[in-house]
């Protein structure tokens, strides 16, 4: 069993960066690949980015490329999704999940096993 944790949301004005945590309590969290979704109001949950368990292997959505940076301190338990440029569209509860099963992509909800209960971000034109 893992539980996750986020914090570091918050009311930012467009331009502005967030740095978000996810800390994780469980076993074998430092074996899981952690992703980060967000959901924005009226819509579906949304892949952002994930991290291997290695630290390698990040992958972004097309949407944050180049603007955000996921990574990951496995001695702290702990992932980071660091938002750089933020705009009004970036507005979103974000999730951090962490998967228990291989996949080629892990960009897809039901690839995640464990969830936390969101951080809310909220950017300002």
């Known amino acids: 069993q893992v539980q996750l944790a986020e914090s570091g949301g918050g009311l930012v004005q467009a331009g502005d960066s967030l740095r978000l945590s996810c800390a994780a309590s469980g076993r074998n969290f430092n074996d899981y690949t952690v992703g980060w979704f967000r959901r924005a109001p009226g819509k579906g949950r949304e892949f952002v980015a994930r991290?291997?368990?290695?630290?390698?292997?990040?992958y972004y959505a097309d949407s944050v490329k180049g603007r955000f940076t996921i990574s990951r301190d496995n001695d702290k338990n702990t992932v980071y999704l660091q938002m750089n440029s933020l705009k009004p569209e970036d507005t979103a509860v974000y999730y951090c999940?962490?998967?228990?099963?291989?996949?080629?992509?892990?960009?897809?909800?039901?690839?995640?096993?464990?969830w936390g209960q969101g951080t809310q971000v909220t950017v300002s034109s």
């Open positions: 999940a962490a998967a228990t099963r291989y996949y080629s992509d892990y960009v897809l909800p039901y690839q995640y096993a464990y």
């Open positions: 991290i291997r368990w290695s630290g390698g292997g990040t």
